[in-house]
């Protein structure tokens, strides 16, 4: 059986945001992945967490998925306390990569590739007050022809430094469930 860890990145604002959006696309995650036949393990940050025990999450997961509002353009600052908690670790522990890839013995061999997690997968579903139109169009001001992905290559980098590679929804979900609007 596969598995799935949901990382629900969601940090509660009064009159601003109440974490609703956020839970429900984690629900509907939740139950592709499981109609999917995956056994599911999540994780919500803002409830607190043991660093140890998220480390092993990722170790179990085939798949990670990070549910996350974006608020001024990033994650919320748990997430990035998670992340440096967590990776810490993982690194520490020698289970997530061994060093950054290089080696004095083979020049050749490029930074980032020193990774242990090969083989898992990782995705980011962002909840945004940001039109799909402000994306990959150079005449926007913003984003100058951006992607999502490109915006968000700061958020991907850690899993991908340690040998995760990325996927997007597209590739994985039905329409049905990508084009969900709350």
């Given at each position: 059986m ?6 629900n990145?969601?940090?509660f ?5 109440s ?24 994780t ?5 967490y ?7 999450k990722h170790l179990w ?5 990070l549910?996350?509002?974006v ?5 919320p ?7 440096d908690?967590v990776?810490?670790a993982g690194?520490?522990q020698g289970?997530?990569l ?8 083979d ?7 020193g ?14 007050n940001?039109?799909k139109e402000?994306?990959?169009n150079?005449?926007q001001l ?10 968000f290559a700061?958020?991907?980098a ?8 990325t996927?997007?929804m597209t590739?994985?979900?039905?329409l ?7």
């Open positions: 596969k598995k799935a860890l949901l990382i990145a969601h940090q604002y009064e009159g601003i945001s974490g609703s959006l956020n839970k429900a696309m984690l629900d509907l995650i939740r139950e592709g992945m499981e109609k999917r036949g995956y056994e599911v393990q999540k919500d940050i803002e409830q607190g043991d660093v140890d025990s998220e480390v092993q997961a085939d798949i990670i998925i549910q996350s509002p608020y001024w353009f990033g994650t600052w748990i997430y990035k306390k998670y992340v908690e990776f810490t690194m520490i289970s997530f061994d060093g950054d890839g290089r080696t004095r013995k020049p050749t061999r490029q930074y980032g590739s990774g242990k997690m090969h083989g898992k997968k990782y995705m980011i579903s962002l909840t945004w940001a039109p402000a994306f990959g150079a005449d913003l984003f100058e022809g951006k992607t999502v992905d490109e915006v700061f958020n991907t850690n899993y991908k430094f340690c040998g995760v590679e996927f997007t590739n994985f979900f039905p049905s469930v990508r084009d969900t609007h709350f």
